[in-house]
């Protein structure tokens, strides 16, 4: 794990990397292999040198994943302040390598199998919240779960009813019961699954049109998320 944990460091934490990153990410991975960059990039070079890189699509999507994280991580880490917290946890890893191959193993781990280059971005974005200090390690596990689990085009439904207070939405009841299983939204009988011809069936409480209510865990999720 430490051949890949070490460089993965590097790249993430290297402030000369920051630019170039998004670059990389703008030329695409077929360029990224015939282009002088690979070895400016620690982690790139690492994920091409050390897998069966090339034709193998899993191994070109980690490459991609991974850059557009670092590339995510960047552009949420320009302020003073921020950078202090930065600073903190790139010693505090440096000094206590278990600590290191846990923490960044478990996002490595995480973006081998994220396809979803949204997923990838709001991964970096509970990451920097966790090194502020605004969620501890336990709720960054649980919500990078939640991340992994909810569906993509259930996200801004998310967000909508998170900034907008919205009131229910037939035509996205399958988007809240998702919501409901992904533990995000509250079930509270205003809505419910049924044997309709369209596969669900609202209830009669539904028809009043209450707002979605987010649970604890959904307005965290949504507020992170959310926040630019």
């Known amino acids: ?13 290297n402030d000369n990397l920051k630019d170039l990153a998004g670059d990389i990410i703008e030329l ?13 990039i620690p982690i790139v070079n690492t994920i ?13 999507n980690l490459l991609k994943q991974t850059i557009i994280f670092i590339q995510e991580f960047n552009n949420n880490s320009n302020s003073e302040k921020v950078q202090k917290y930065i600073s903190e946890y790139k010693n505090n890893i440096t000094n206590n ?4 191959e846990n923490e960044l193993g478990r996002i490595m781990i995480i973006l081998n ?12 974005k509970l990451y920097l919240y966790y090194i502020e200090n605004k969620i501890n390690w336990s709720e960054f596990c649980d919500l990078s779960e939640v991340n992994e689990k909810i569906f993509t085009l259930d996200i801004d439904v ?23 299983s992904a533990g995000l939204m509250k079930n509270d009988s205003k809505f419910d699954s049924g044997t309709s011809l369209k596969g669900m069936l609202v209830t009669e409480n539904s ?4 707002k979605m209510e987010l649970t604890l865990l959904g307005k965290q999720f949504a507020k992170i998320i959310t926040t630019t």
Do not use: C, W
Not at 113 to 124: F, G, M, Q, S, V
Not at 207 to 210: K, V, Y
């Open 158 to 180: 998310l967000k909508d009813i998170f900034l907008n207070n919205t009131d229910f939405d037939e035509q996205k009841l399958h988007n809240y019961q998702r919501l409901v």
């Open 28 to 40: 695409g991975i077929d360029s990224i292999l015939e282009d002088g960059l690979l070895r400016d």
């Open 1 to 13: 794990m430490s051949q890949i944990i070490t460089p993965f460091k590097e790249s993430l934490f």
């Open 48 to 60: 091409v040198g050390t897998f069966k890189f090339g034709q193998n699509i899993h191994d070109r």
């Open 113 to 124: 199998r994220n396809i979803d280059e949204i997923k990838t971005r709001i991964l970096a």
């Open 207 to 210: 028809t009043q049109s209450p």
């Open 97 to 100: 390598p278990k600590k290191a």
